[in-house]
Every structure is written in C-alpha cells, then in structure tokens.
C-alpha cells in the first residue's frame, strides 16, 4: 500500500465527508442487518426477505430520474444535508416501532419504502458532490475507490456489531444506535467549507433535462454498455446477499451472529476489493480489471452455493465480496471520470437506478426462485450467469481493441496515398 492509496485525503472536505459518512455507514448496516433478521425471524419466509429488499430500493428505482435532475437543478450540498436529515427521521421512526414492540412485519416494509424515496434523492447527490469536495480532480477515481473501501469497512463492522447488539440487548437498541449515526455525518456536512453555490439558469423543465439525461447515455456507448452490464448484475446477481439469513438459520444452523459473520465476510472481501481498487497507479485498465473480477465474483458464488463447512464458506463468501467490489467501483469510476460535468447528477441517477432500481426486481425473483428450486441451487446459478457477464466483458475489451487495431491499419493506408 504506498501513499497515492489515500491521495484523495489531502482535500479537507472529502476528509471530513469520509470521517462522517463511515460513522453513519456502520449504523446503517447494522439496522440493514437488523431489519432482515427480524423480517425473517417473524416470517420464516425467503420471499418476504425478498419483498423487503425490494420495498427498501424500489423506490429509488421510480424516482432516481427525479434525484438525477434535482441534483443538477438545484444546490447539491443542501439537497444532502436535507436528506441525511430525513434518514435520521426514518431510522429514529424505525426504532420506535420496534421499542414499544407493536408492530408488524408491514410497518417496517414500509418504513423501509420510505428510506428507498430518501435515497432516490441521496445517491445522486452525494456522488456527484464528491466530484467538488476533492481539490484535485486526478484524485477523483482515488476517493470513488475510498468511498467503496469505507462502504465495505462498515459492511464489515456493522453486521458483527448487529449481531451482537441483537443477541445481547435486543432489536431497537440496533435500531437505535443507527439513529444516533447520523449525528456524525450531518456534523461533517455542516462543518465543510465549499465554494458558494451559483444558480444556473434553466431553460428546459424537468421532463427536458431528463430526456437530455437519457439522449446522452444513448449517445455515449461506453457509459451505455457499463450501465447496462451494472444492471444485469444488479438484477440476477447481487440480490445473493437476501439468502444470507437462510444459510446462517437452516443451512449453518445458527444463530443473528452468524448472520452477522457472513455479511461480514463479504464485507471484508468487499473492502479488501476497495483497496485493491484504490491503490491501483493511474491509467490502468479499468475495463480489464473489471472484467477479472466479475469472473472471481462467478467463482466465489459458484463455490459458497453448496459449501456445508462453515469456514470454507466464510472463504468463499469473502472471495465473493472481493470480486462483488468492482461491480460498483469501478462502474461508477468509468461514469464519473467520463461523463459531461452539466450531465452528472442525472447520469449518476441512471447508475443509481441501475444498481439499486434492479436489486428490488431481482430480491423478488431470487425470493420466487429459491422457494421453488432451493436456496444453494439458486446461488449456484447465480454464480454461473456472473461467469457468463464476465465473459461478455472481456468479449468486449477484445472487440475494442480489434475495432482499434483496424481503424489504426485504415489511418496508415489513407496516409501512404
């Protein structure tokens, strides 16, 4: 690990934004953990685990495109502060229901509905603001891979920290600790010193810049074609981590710890990924890299879908969460490195839409299917349609670089006449 890992660190507001934000991100996996031991606890279905990953992002999924254009339109910096407060007013409404135990499964489906509208607005805002927190834009793709790292760290924290707290002292304690997060990241927001905010003057409405969002992408096939694999990993991929309660209760016969030590495990290969990711020297091939770790993704599901040895499993899980990293870092990196500055928010708002709107669909399905073939079966198959995106991937990369190669021999025939 050398110095340029944590280059992005020289600029004060991105520090600050990375100190608050892994507060609140522990917080935020830990009642993520909570809500779908409870769901399951109360239910003992996999399709309601299911249901509730789809309630938790769905919304995101419908207004994204609203987020996208929001963000653009108006002050980004108060647009997130807004809606770190309204998170905190969910987690704190969340906590209360499960305090006073009157409550049902349908509640927290929908509280979670409510925090899937919050973020809608949240996700573009937050990642196109880091855009301007970082002082040297050559560090950009550098804080992108830190922000990932950070996510990663508190998914590695946070479900172990639930799954003690939910053992040990009960369910809104979780839930509680969650609420107190946010103090730190509405802190850090309050503290950054950013350049005064200038209004620009529209002269479309919302459904016109929204269109001009989406005439873009289709206009740029680089950005097109990421978010579209994102997308096919979002929907029939990534939803493998709703069936993590099933192999800690039926299959390992355990207990909310461990739960808790799965997610863990692919939170910490996650990290691992976000390292990797960030200490990688500039101008290396994202797309390559991308490519490879899709492929140790396929493999990680393919071995952790029937591994009867917990260990061995936590193995598997981990290797998982390490190819799962570049899924989104470096999707996102290719986005944010490449897009049209007056683009940003609504482009990142088609990213959003892509890795959140899909997951939901994708919970329902891998909920339906799993019910009917069984949960390993399912996560093998899973497994297998990764291998089959990494291999378009590459098959990409090799198009690329024939379509280069021809187009160089084409140049020096026109130039020899």
């Not at 799993?370 to 497994?383: E, N």
Request: with cysteine; glycine share 8%.
């Amino acid at each position: 690990m050398n110095i340029s890992t944590f280059s992005a660190f020289k600029s004060r507001n991105y520090r600050l934004y990375f100190s608050g934000q892994s507060i609140s991100l522990i917080g935020t996996w830990m009642q993520k953990t909570a809500v779908s031991w409870v769901v399951y606890s109360e239910t003992h279905s996999k399709f309601m685990l299911g249901l509730t990953l789809f309630a938790s992002m769905f919304p995101s999924f419908v207004f994204s495109f609203l987020g996208g254009v929001v963000s653009d339109r108006y002050n980004r910096y108060k647009l997130l502060l807004l809606t770190q407060v309204a998170s905190m007013i969910q987690a704190v409404l969340i906590t209360l229901l499960i305090f006073f135990k009157h409550y049902s499964v349908w509640e927290i489906i929908a509280l979670s509905a409510l925090l899937g509208l919050i973020n809608a607005f949240d996700v573009p805002a937050r990642q196109s603001l880091v855009y301007e927190m970082v002082e040297e834009k050559s560090d950009l793709p550098n804080a992108l891979a830190l922000n990932s790292s950070m996510v990663n760290l508190s998914r590695l924290i946070g479900p172990g920290i639930a799954g003690l707290a939910l053992e040990k002292f009960g369910e809104d304690i979780c839930f509680g600790l969650n609420a107190l997060s946010f103090i730190a990241v509405i802190g850090s927001l309050l503290m950054m010193r950013l350049p005064e905010y200038t209004a620009k003057i529209r002269t479309k409405n919302v459904y016109g810049e929204l269109k001009d969002g989406f005439v873009y992408i289709r206009k740029t096939p680089s950005i097109a074609f990421t978010l579209i694999m994102l997308a096919l990993i979002s929907l029939l991929v990534l939803p493998f981590s709703t069936l993590i309660p099933v192999y800690a209760k039926d299959i390992f016969k355990g207990t909310a710890s461990t739960f808790g030590v799965i997610d863990s495990a692919i939170g910490l290969g996650a990290f691992c990924g976000a390292i990797f990711l960030a200490s990688l020297k500039p101008g290396k091939n994202l797309r390559k890299i991308l490519a490879i770790n899709t492929l140790v993704f396929g493999v990680g599901l393919v071995l952790f879908s029937h591994s009867t040895n917990y260990p061995l499993a936590l193995f598997f899980a981990t290797l998982s969460g390490f190819g799962m990293m570049s899924q989104i870092t470096i999707s996102n990196t290719i986005i944010q490195t490449t897009v049209d500055p007056a683009m940003r928010g609504r482009v990142i708002s088609f990213y959003a839409m892509a890795f959140f709107g899909m997951q939901p669909l994708g919970g329902l399905l891998v909920g339906a299917v799993s019910q009917w073939v069984g949960t390993p079966d399912t996560v093998l198959v899973q497994g297998i349609i990764t291998l089959v995106i990494g291999g378009l991937l590459y098959r990409a990369i090799h198009l690329n670089k024939s379509a280069a190669k021809t187009l160089a021999g084409k140049t020096e025939i026109i130039q020899s006449h």
